[in-house]
């Protein structure tokens, strides 16, 4: 399933590249305050996590759309992760991930945008930790799903080649895996990735 959404994803932006009239690369990164959106789990708290990576701006009036319009595919390395309560044990996660949103953007103004559109996220890392006498650090894949997916939502500000970016990440998928914390099982228990992101970017190549 990985190497197929990331085969399509690409394949999408690819075939629209053809059609566009104008391309700019260029790099982003910033901060993002997470969470999860939590069932049958209580005390949900927030993690502080970074992203940073590739993003291009394809204008879509060669495909026969209003110059106002813009397709944003982008590749960002992301961590994110919560905390929460499950069974009276706090648990604390961090997750790291490959986000590869492809947003459709609206100019209404020259330095204003908005955009929304999907986002397909690739685990690289999982860690969880809970005091079990002697707050031991579990690094385990395992534990949490390989790929997530969602839709990401923002306005963005650009001032020449330099942009301001504000974010919001739903994910769809609860990330959950099979694991035991303390020997209770967390099956029953679901929970998806939410993030606030504030980057700064910068647009360093045309065509």
């Known amino acids: ?10 394949l999408l932006a690819f075939g629209l590249t053809t059609y566009a009239q104008d391309l700019r690369f260029g790099v982003k990164g910033g901060l993002s305050i ?4 939590l069932t049958n789990l209580s005390d949900g708290g927030t993690r502080l996590g970074i992203q940073l990576g590739l993003v291009s701006e394809i204008s879509l009036e060669n495909a026969g759309l209003s110059e106002y319009f813009a397709l944003q595919p982008e590749v960002l ?3 994110k992760g919560a905390k929460y309560t499950a069974n009276e044990i706090e648990i604390k996660e961090r997750l790291s991930y490959v986000d590869v949103p492809i947003l459709f953007k609206l100019k209404p103004l020259e330095a204003i945008s908005l955009y929304a559109g999907p986002q397909v996220s690739f685990m690289t890392k ?7 006498g002697d707050n031991t650090v579990y690094d385990n894949r395992d534990a949490f799903k390989a790929v997530d997916y969602g ?3 923002g306005i963005g500000v650009q001032l020449a080649t330099l942009f301001l970016d504000l974010r919001y990440n739903l994910g769809l998928r609860n990330v959950m895996g099979d694991r035991l914390i303390n020997t209770v099982a967390l099956e029953q228990h679901k929970a998806r990735n939410r993030s606030f992101q504030l980057s700064v970017g910068y647009f360093f190549m045309e065509r």
């Open 1 to 10: 399933m990985k190497n197929i959404s990331t085969f399509l994803l690409f």
């Open 34 to 37: 997470n969470s999860f959106s």
């Open 77 to 79: 390395f992301a961590t």
């Open 126 to 132: 999982g860690k969880y930790k809970y005091d079990a």
């Open 151 to 153: 839709v990401a939502a």
